[in-house]
């Protein structure tokens, strides 16, 4: 059990410092606006580089996983609940399998 403590603890610090180091050597440096805004844009970009493959590869049809996709990312546009989205982007896939 104490084995099991260390190694939680051991990987919670290989994990934490390699995060904790640049803030504190790189929080006095002021970032020229291009890089901030730069850095701004990074989580969206990640985000849909994970997503995309994922739309791709969940059904059979490609035509019908790039209409699912083209629904959800319609109704995110436009702002509309999280759940709505989920759920126009299963029923634009259930269309198009259903009619093609």
């Known amino acids: 059990m104490i084995s099991l403590f260390l190694l939680v603890l051991a990987m919670a610090l290989v994990t934490y410092i390699p995060r904790l180091v640049p803030l504190l050597w790189l929080r ?4 020229p606006p291009f890089v901030k805004r730069f850095l701004l844009f ?4 990640v985000l849909a580089s994970l997503i995309f493959p994922g739309i791709l590869q969940a059904t059979t049809s490609l035509t019908s996983a790039l209409v ?3 629904v959800a990312t319609s109704l995110a546009f ?4 999280l ?4 759920i126009g982007g299963i029923a634009g896939v259930y269309l198009v399998e259903t009619f093609l």
Request: positive net charge.
């Open 28 to 31: 006095d440096l002021k970032l």
């Open 78 to 81: 436009l702002r509309v609940n």
């Open 42 to 45: 990074t989580p969206y970009a």
């Open 83 to 86: 759940m709505l989205v989920v």
């Open 68 to 70: 699912g996709g083209a």
